[in-house]
């Protein structure tokens, strides 16, 4: 199983990102995927969850009405459009397969305000 996060990157407060997860190692149409994240000195965060077919999403209520968890099953690929941000969204952004614990080695997202 592999999970490789991009997209990270240096983006004033109130821009936008896109992050995406390649996988590659497992049937992933048939897996629910999440994000996560994790600033210094602060435990890892779940940001959003999506079921394996896309029609079902959740998020952490400091991200709703703002990040978009996505899929393309084709291309085997979990994206996090992230919106708006804000200083506090600053962290390292990990990809998870849940049903196997599963982690990506992360991206990191620095929001300067």
């Known amino acids: 199983v592999q999970l490789v996060e991009s997209g990270g990157g240096l983006v004033q407060s109130g821009g936008s990102l896109r992050l995406s997860c390649a996988a590659s190692?497992?049937?992933?149409?048939?897996?629910?995927m999440s994000w996560y994240r994790q600033s210094p000195g602060k435990v890892r965060e779940l940001v959003a969850t999506?079921?394996?077919?896309?029609?079902?999403?959740n998020y952490a209520d400091s991200v709703k009405g703002r990040f978009t968890i996505s899929r393309d099953n084709a291309k085997r690929t979990v994206y996090l459009q992230m919106n708006s941000l804000k200083p506090e969204d600053t962290a390292v952004y990990y990809c998870?397969?849940?049903?196997?614990?599963?982690w990506g080695q992360g991206t990191q997202v620095t929001v300067s305000s």
């Open positions: 190692g497992f049937a992933f149409s048939a897996y629910a």
């Open positions: 998870q397969l849940p049903a196997r614990d599963y």
């Open positions: 999506i079921t394996s077919t896309g029609g079902n999403t």
